[in-house]
């Protein structure tokens, strides 16, 4: 027959088994929440018709190391593209980047303590370049100041990409793992990310006052 003090061992073990099922289903609904963080509704905005393509063209070079430095109306965020991990998604933002399509733009996702996303056009969360590319999984885990790629599901990556803040906690990180492109780690800029990562944004995690993304350049060295 067992002690009271097992009995009371047992049932420890069982709340806490339960309290983290439960935090896992929060944190797996809140994730992947039509328009939530990191996802992308599948019905894109016909409001970039002018910026849609049925394909990227093949513009990246070999050979070449890519960075990209995101001009932003809080400062620059330089970005290592990681082009010999994932080639398809380097190619894309590079062909998206050589049309000028991220221009005047604006952060239309911002969680505190998680991500700063952008890359919609038409800041609602629902557009993209006319076309999907296929999710380029690696060995590579998420954490600080990571860049992934938003989806509505797997395969559907499109021009909406997202940072990891320097705040993100482990098990956030950990939940993005194996769902969403790894396509870049910020090299400089680490404070402007932490700054946009902060401002006030309303109940859909839109910021109250408009964070830019003037335009995209890119370094080849």
Do not use: W
Not at 18 to 32: E, F, I, N, R, S
């Amino acid at each position: 027959m067992s002690s009271a003090k097992d009995i009371l061992k047992d049932n420890k073990k069982i709340l806490l088994l339960a309290g983290g099922l439960l935090v896992a289903c929060v944190l797996g609904l809140y994730l992947t929440k039509d328009g939530g963080l990191l996802s992308m509704n599948t019905n894109l905005s016909d409001l970039t018709q002018d910026k849609k393509y049925s394909a990227p063209e093949q513009v990246m070079e070999s050979n070449i190391d890519y960075k990209a430095v995101l001009k932003t109306s809080v400062g620059d965020i330089t970005i290592d593209l990681l082009e010999k991990e994932t080639p398809v998604t380097v190619n894309s933002f590079l062909f998206l980047v050589q049309n000028h399509y991220y221009e005047d733009m604006i952060f239309h996702r911002v969680i505190k303590d998680f991500v700063i996303q952008t890359g919609d056009p038409t800041a609602t969360g629902t557009g993209g370049p006319g076309y999907y590319i296929d999710n380029e999984i690696t060995d590579r885990k998420y954490g600080k100041y990571v860049v992934g790629m938003a989806n509505a599901g797997a395969d559907t990556n499109g021009s909406q990409f997202f940072i990891t803040s320097g705040n993100i906690p482990s098990s956030n990180a950990q939940y993005m793992d194996g769902k969403y492109t790894i396509f870049g780690v910020v090299e400089s800029g680490f404070a402007v990310v932490d700054s946009i990562e902060k401002v006030e944004t309303d109940e859909d995690d839109k910021p109250i006052n408009d964070v830019l993304l003037d335009s995209i350049q890119i370094l080849e060295n």
